[in-house]
């Protein structure tokens, strides 16, 4: 049994850990040096599990940067002497710690340690469990299995607000890369974990990129009872899959249907400080005979601001499949029969598909009417979204409860990254249709009428949207009472999106 198994607090010491990330960044063990090393092809190839471009782009190379590459990119057994001297007096300690197992001739890796780098800046190294199913192996998984940077780690990264906050927490954290990020921008981390092995090499990340967090093992807000924070983060275990059989902890409860979702969505909200934010990646249930706005919306109190993004909807047998090859079960013996079984369970709780997708939401620290979005938005966005997200609370805080008049009096202009659209018959006077398009967050594209778009194509911080609606109902002879009545309500609506700006 290697010491990860045994659960230890540490697995190194920090003293180890400042040695060993010294010499990865003496050897550019980093993500750039990689990718310049190996090139970007072979590095998208990576992240599709196929080590073969890599290998040939490393072929005759036994520099330190190639030997590390091999030893945890591409999960090789690699030379003892290139590898002692890639790690200088530091081989013993990982041996003894379960991280490496070596002889005198070879060594290979049992825990990964791979260099990671986001938009945001945050950078470092990342110890989790090795890649499952490199190469197309079928390669079934440990049920404490600790899943390493994942699409999904990399979405909720791009979503969380990043903004100075007192206390944050990583709920659920696995191999603790969301915590890596909390720590650049909050004065205290704390993260959770049910799985005991994920605590343990999310210590092991801590420790690699020297940043303090305060890792407490328990169920959901069981290690937090009474705490509140100002940012809660969670990509939890959200897949619906059935109660029975062996179930991998970094991705499935023990909760009926999107019950853990439910919870942590419920439970997080009480956990939240005024001007709070609770930020999930999640998955939940279209039921048959009701709306999934009506089930998720349900889950949250109506005084609090919300903003749900369903960014996909799978039908249950690619969500079956979906799951089934994230397990490494595909090609195995049962394979048929998890399918089926899966199958019914989803038939006898009613579940026609699956909704993935965002989900946003505020404790209002001051009062007000709510601001609740709930939209499906399948498009392509522009990553990282979280400026879009902050953008929002900020406008929402702002004009939240503000009248027309104010609206009205306001000199708004359009957001610098959108641009006019029109199309038309060839050779007619007038488009038959004008649309609006941001270039950045979500990229929304309003489509407007002619007067409307008059008016907010006239928006350009000068005179005030009053004048605009009069100027325009004027000029087309509408009604200008009513096109003012509209265009508050929809000035509202785009001051949120970003579509205009407020002076």
């Known amino acids: 049994m ?10 190194l010491t920090p003293d180890v850990c400042a040695a060993l990330t010294a010499v990865f960044a003496g050897h550019r063990y980093e993500v750039d040096a990689v990718v310049a090393a190996i090139g970007e092809p072979a590095h998208a190839a990576l992240g599709r599990n196929a080590t073969v471009p ?11 940067l190639a030997t590390l590459t091999r030893l945890w990119l591409l999960q090789d057994r690699v030379p003892r002497r290139d590898l002692d001297r890639a790690l200088p007096g530091l081989v013993p300690d990982l041996i003894t710690a ?22 945001d800046g945050a950078s470092g190294w990342i110890a989790s469990d090795l890649t499952p199913g490199l190469d197309t192996r079928v390669t079934p998984m440990r049920a404490d299995f600790v899943l390493g940077v994942s699409s999904a780690s990399s979405t909720l990264a791009q979503l969380t607000v990043r903004r100075p906050v007192n206390r944050a927490i990583d709920l659920g954290t696995g191999c603790g890369v969301q915590s890596l990020h909390l720590a650049r921008h909050a004065r205290e ?3 959770t974990d049910l799985n005991p092995r994920a605590l343990v090499l999310a210590r092991l990340t801590a420790d690699l990129n020297g940043v303090a967090v305060d890792l407490r093992e328990g169920d959901l807000y069981e290690p937090v009872a009474g705490e509140r924070f100002d940012l809660v983060v969670t990509n939890p275990p959200y897949v619906l899959s059935p109660p029975t059989g062996e179930r991998l902890t970094y991705r499935e409860g023990t909760r ?29 249930a279209h039921v048959r005979g009701e709306g999934w706005v009506d089930r998720v919306g349900g889950w949250l109190d109506p005084t609090f601001d919300v903003h749900v993004v369903e960014r996909e909807v799978l ?24 399918y089926a079984a899966w199958c019914a369970y989803f038939d006898d709780l009613g579940i026609e598909g699956v909704g993935m997708g965002w989900l946003t939401a505020r404790r209002p620290a001051a009062s007000g009417p709510a601001h609740r979005t709930f939209e499906s938005w399948p498009y392509a966005v522009e990553q990282p979204v979280a400026p879009a997200f902050a953008h929002e609370l900020d406008v929402v805080d702002a004009w939240r409860g503000r ?44 489509a407007l009428d002619t007067a409307a778009a008059g008016v907010l194509g006239a928006c350009d911080g000068e005179l005030s949207l009053r004048t605009l609606v009069d100027t325009v109902a004027g000029l087309l002879d509408a009604d200008g009472p009513a096109l003012a009545v509209e265009l508050v309500g929809r000035v509202r609506d785009l001051a949120v999106d970003g579509v205009v700006l407020a002076p």
Request: proline fraction near 6%; avoid cysteine.
């Open 189 to 191: 981390v704390v993260a």
């Open 54 to 64: 890599a290998r040939l782009a490393l072929a005759g190379r036994d520099d330190p």
């Open 256 to 284: 009926r249907s999107d019950g853990l979702v439910e919870a942590v969505v419920r439970q997080g909200a009480d956990h939240l400080a005024e001007g709070g934010v609770l930020q999930v990646l999640a998955n939940w």
């Open 98 to 119: 379960g991280i490496l197992e070596a002889d005198d001739d070879t060594a290979v890796a049992l825990v990964d340690l791979r260099p990671y780098a986001s938009d």
């Open 403 to 446: 009248s027309a008049d104010e609206v009205l009096d306001t000199a708004w202009r359009l957001a610098p990254d959108v641009v006019e659209e029109t199309t038309g018959a060839p050779g007619a006077d007038d488009p038959s249709t004008i649309v609006l398009r941001q270039q950045r967050g979500l990229r929304r594209a309003v």
């Open 315 to 338: 039908d249950p047998y690619a969500y079956v499949e979906l799951w089934l090859a994230d397990a490494g079960l595909t090609g195995a013996p049962d394979y048929r029969e998890r």
């Open 2 to 11: 290697s010491a990860v198994d045994g659960a230890p607090d540490r697995l």
